[in-house]
């Protein structure tokens, strides 16, 4: 395990070796962000954002929780979905889950972990929405990767549903929400089909979710 000194020196040889590629890299970042993208994952610590899509530092305004959950009740959720819209004006609205999630496993698992049950009762609401998709007869891993899929898309609909998009879309401005996901086995995002990008549209772009997924699964 690294001790904090190598982080450090990590850090050091890092900001070195960019400086040598780029002279002026930290200097521009500095001045500003101006990102396209506002991406909201899991905290889990094998879900880099920037890095798994190659984009360098500025290019990617992050917010990351337990099992990528957008609550319309959590303060800090919407106000980075708030800042990276109405402020830094981004273009797309990325909600990424990804397979083999510990907090979407410890739903179906029934397990109980203390406080952070509260958080994950969301996603037990998502499973409880969906329960001729994730029938106990099926291998847990099957309705593992299901309910994975299932959560990116819910919680991508509650951004699409936040006062702040939707008056967003309503004022004309360009925003497109997104439901990816990320596999840890192979390193790929597998993008999930929902690209929503307005209110009055969004009952048929769900439905088309829900069923190109279904379709997917009979294939599998």
Known sequence: MN???????NNRRWAA??????????????????????????SDSRVP????????????FVHRNV???????????????????????VKHILVVGHYGCGGVGAVLNQSRLGLIDNWLRHIGDVALKHPDKLDPAV???VRHARLCELN???QA????????????????????????????????????GL???????????????????AERWKAQ
């Not at 954002?49 to 990617?60: F, H, K, N, R």
Request: charged residues 20%.
């Open 157 to 192: 609909m509650n951004v699409c549903h936040s006062t702040v998009v939707r008056e967003a879309w309503e004022r004309g401005q360009p925003l497109a929400v997104h439901a990816w996901i990320y596999g840890l086995e192979d390193g790929l995002i597998t993008d999930l």
């Open 152 to 154: 990116a898309v819910e």
């Open 139 to 141: 291998a847990f891993a």
């Open 67 to 89: 099992a990528n959950v957008v609550v319309h009740t959590d303060l800090n959720a919407l106000s980075t979905i708030q800042f990276a819209v109405d402020v830094l004006k």
């Open 195 to 213: 690209d929503a990008r307005n209110h009055e549209q969004l009952p048929a772009t769900y439905e088309n979710v829900l069923a190109s997924l």
């Open 49 to 60: 954002a920037t890095q798994i899509v190659d984009l360098p530092p500025g290019e990617i």
């Open 17 to 42: 070796d960019v400086t040598a590629r780029e002279p002026d890299f930290f200097e521009k970042l500095a001045q500003q962000q101006a990102p396209k993208y506002l991406w909201i994952g899991c």
């Open 3 to 9: 001790s904090l000194k190598d982080l450090l020196a």
